[in-house]
T-cell receptor
């Protein structure tokens, strides 16, 4: 399986500020994704991070709020902008499409608390 | 109608018994199916993938897929207390071409293995 390193693992931020989360994969992957998991809930896809082009956002998520970069096949960032307490959640990076299969693996997640 | 449905549980089984976890999905073109295990406070860990109708066994785990009924299940034999976790069913439309497509997750079933 691919090893995905995500940082920071947790942070407490003031409302109105922004936080950038980094995701590093130990090998090239075709696809990278960003998910959100709110307390007691399942995972919701925020966007697909496309290498060399703009991310593809799911309904309810917009680029101004969650800008994403993916400069190469092993790295991506997600920024949570102008944060409010409603953004408190776990943010998860996922990568897949490695070695010809469709399995996707997750980083350890970033637990964000906005105060 | 939810795209991927699971019973939230908790499902309680005694140690040594078989735990049976079920999942139904609504999109008939779905091609790839995954089971993830998530311990409290941790990120999801891939434990099984299945692409064809029938059974797939890996150690104590067996995944079963019935595309006609749009149903996928996970059996855990000889359940151990360490199996106590939330099990997430995930579905995507990638056709094993090496491209991991975005996953749609169920809400998860919480499994409790009792001594």
């Amino acid at each position: 399986s691919a090893v995905i390193s995500q940082k920071p693992s947790r942070d407490i931020c003031q409302r109105g500020t922004s936080l950038t989360i980094q995701c590093q994969v130990d090998s090239q992957v075709t696809m990278m994704f960003w998910y959100r998991q709110q307390p007691g809930q399942s995972l919701t896809l925020i966007a697909t991070a496309n290498q060399g082009s703009e991310a593809t956002y799911e309904s309810g998520f917009v680029i101004d709020k969650f800008p994403i970069s993916r400069p190469n096949l092993t790295f991506s960032t997600l920024t949570v902008s102008n944060m409010s307490p409603e953004d408190s959640s776990i943010y998860l990076c996922s990568g897949g499409g490695r070695q010809g299969n469709t399995e996707a693996f997750f980083g350890q997640g970033t637990r964000l608390t906005v105060v | 109608q939810k795209e991927v449905e699971q019973n939230s549980g908790p499902l309680s089984v005694p140690e040594g018994a078989i735990a049976s976890l079920n999942c139904t999905y609504s999109d008939r073109v779905s091609q790839s199916f995954f089971w993830y295990r998530q311990y409290s406070g941790k990120s999801p860990e891939l434990i099984m993938s299945i692409y064809s109708n029938g059974d797939k066994e890996d150690g104590r785990f067996t995944a079963q897929l019935n595309k006609a009924s749009q149903y996928v299940s996970l059996l855990i034999r000889d359940s151990q207390p360490s199996d106590s976790a939330t099990y997430l069913c995930a579905v995507n439309m990638a056709l094993g071409t090496g491209t991991a497509s975005k996953l749609t997750f169920g809400t998860g079933t919480r499994l409790q293995v009792t001594l």
